[in-house]
């Protein structure tokens, strides 16, 4: 193994946190630096303010600041090509950087090119067919061969919000309007990807790969939905779960082999350079994978219940990944259960308030709190996004480790602190 390093983390939500807490404990670790970071990152090295979409910038830290290691947090730097940009330089020959390169990043990119991808490679997916403004009267059409409801996608990144369910085929023709005609997610719905319902349970699953190995880490359930019972709109995620427990033995096999081992092998056919995360977004219906999307990176609120169930060093496994020797890393995790409620600001995922002033009162507890969208002010720690803070804790069982989270609840305060109730329900038919 080489010699410790100086590494780089971009990003500045809950995920990076998490990232951030488990990379400060390998003892291959220099220096941390977390661009930008939050309250919470600077506990485990140095927040650094750099416009992570000013590659110059990244460019021109990472060579001032001796790093051996870029690690990404968020899709929109890797979609945008910044590790393409960063291995053009000749000066940052013996850089490693997790996170996979434009090419490889387009699973996230783009829509269309995730599920050409998949139907190429014989991956379970939705039926699906893609429309531009040109088409447009060809996607009205292509309605009345659905059932609704019907599922409508911006092509690009939107933010977590460029899915549109639609109970009624004139709802889902004025969603088709709204993005082709009327730019609602400018360019990124300069296509829509129109797909069939897939009516089944949702999970995450996360793979590390070098493009030809991989290490399957923990997989999780979130919460997507504002409110209780799945109700009101998506969210970035208002919590998680890890392990999920209608996973079985069975199901994670199946999962391998109908959708992991596809995808890699996938990438390697078509000659798609990857080393970084892959995040697997499925639909488990009548116990059959399929895929709904990938990520090309973590996902959130997943990672700050995935990472604290991983024992072995993370920092050694990056290192592994970058440097083609990740068939030499065996990953152990914890057996428990880790859960995560988040706690979020009035009003979101609408307009919200940021600047409310935290009062966070960590107690002793099985857990860690993740801040996202958190941000030091003067000697006060303040709301700065609508996802502000995530609570996970450990637990033998699913309800042990709910438990645990929401008990610790009460100890973050802040004006307009909204969080749901509810995490787990819809799982414990299955423990």
């Known amino acids: 193994m080489n010699n410790i390093m100086n590494v780089l983390l971009l990003g500045s939500g809950g995920r990076e946190h998490a990232l951030a807490w488990k990379i400060a404990q390998s003892p291959l670790l220099k220096t941390l630096y977390i661009a930008p970071g939050n309250a919470g990152t600077d506990q485990c090295g140095k927040n650094v303010n750099i416009n992570i979409s000013d590659f110059s910038a990244v460019e021109s830290f990472i060579i001032n600041n001796d790093i051996g290691m870029l690690v990404v947090g968020p899709e929109a730097p890797l979609v945008e090509g910044i590790h393409d940009y960063l291995i053009s330089k000749p000066e940052l020959k013996g850089l490693k950087i997790i996170g996979p390169q434009k090419a490889g990043a387009m699973l996230e990119g783009s829509k269309d090119f995730a599920k050409a991808f998949m139907h190429r490679h014989h991956i379970p997916t939705a039926a699906y067919r893609t429309f531009t403004y040109e088409t447009i009267n060809e996607a009205h059409s292509f309605l009345d061969t659905l059932n609704p409801p019907y599922v409508i996608k911006a092509d690009g990144l939107a933010a977590g919000k460029g899915v549109i369910i639609c109970d009624k085929k004139n709802e889902a023709i004025n969603t088709i309007d ?13 296509k829509v990807v129109i797909e069939e319902f897939l009516d089944g349970i949702e999970m995450s699953v996360f793979v590390l790969t070098d493009g030809k190995k991989y290490i399957l880490l923990p997989e999780a359930k979130d919460y997507k939905r504002i409110g209780e019972g799945d109700t009101g709109p998506n969210t970035g995620g208002m919590g ?40 697997f977004g499925l639909m488990i219906c009548n116990d059959a994978p399929f895929v709904i999307e990938y990520n090309v990176r973590m996902g959130d609120p997943e990672t700050e219940s995935v990472i604290p169930r991983i024992e072995s060093d993370l920092l050694e496994a990056f290192e592994a990944c970058a440097t083609g020797k990740l ?14 409620v988040m706690l979020v600001s009035e009003g979101y995922p609408g307009s919200y308030e ?26 006060f720690v303040v709301s700065n996004g609508g996802r502000v803070l995530a609570v996970t804790a450990y637990g033998n069982t699913m309800d042990e480790a709910l438990k645990e989270a929401y008990n610790h609840v009460p100890e973050v305060n802040f004006e307009g602190k909204t969080f749901r109730n509810d995490l787990g329900k819809d799982l414990q038919k299955y423990c």
């Open 327 to 340: 068939s030499e890393y065996n990953l152990q995790t914890d057996a428990r259960f880790a859960a995560t």
């Open 240 to 279: 998680s779960i890890s392990p999920v427990p209608f996973a079985d033995k069975d199901l994670m096999l199946r999962i391998e082999k109908e959708v992991v081992i596809p995808t890699i092998k996938g990438l390697k056919k078509d000659n798609i350079p990857y080393t970084g995360f892959i995040f």
């Open 178 to 190: 709204e993005i082709l005609k009327n730019e609602k997610f400018g360019e990124a719905g300069s």
């Open 354 to 379: 940021k600047g409310k002033k935290m009062t966070i009162s960590e107690k002793a507890f099985e857990g860690v709190l993740f801040h996202a969208g958190t941000k030091k002010s003067d000697d």
